[in-house]
């Protein structure tokens, strides 16, 4: 009963700057931590940020120190600010959620197209 829509995705040269945002509605009080994850042309779904509503987060290696999630629980958005973005970011990138006592990322948006290209 969680509703998400991703927005902020587009094209972008290579070390540029792009931030992406996932808007919640439905039972907000219920989720208990946020992802975003992306998936390219002929690759598998990979996680690339997940957040908890105390502020925890964690990264995959490959986008560890230029990607940055952050959550405004007031503003029910998720954010994730994507710096000095090379050409293999490109993908399809997806906002889930998670609630509480579950182990499992139930909700889904429909994807934001980012595009990194000289």
């Known amino acids: 009963q969680v509703q998400l829509v991703e927005s902020g995705g587009g094209l972008v040269q290579p070390g540029g700057s792009l931030r992406l945002s996932c808007v919640a509605s439905?039972?907000?009080?219920?989720?208990?931590?946020m992802g975003w994850y992306r998936q390219a042309p002929g690759k598998e779904r990979e996680l690339v940020a997940t957040?908890?509503?105390?502020?925890?987060?964690n990264y995959a290696d490959s986008v560890k120190g230029r990607f940055t999630i952050s959550r405004d629980n007031a503003k029910s958005t998720t954010y994730l600010q994507m710096n000095t973005l090379k050409p293999e970011d490109t993908a399809l990138y997806y906002c889930?959620?998670?609630?509480?006592?579950?182990?499992?990322?139930?909700?889904w948006g429909q994807g934001t197209q980012v595009t990194v290209s000289s």
């Open positions: 889930a959620a998670r609630l509480l006592s579950q182990t499992d990322y139930n909700y």
């Open positions: 957040i908890t509503r105390g502020g925890s987060t």
């Open positions: 439905g039972s907000i009080v219920s989720i208990n931590s």
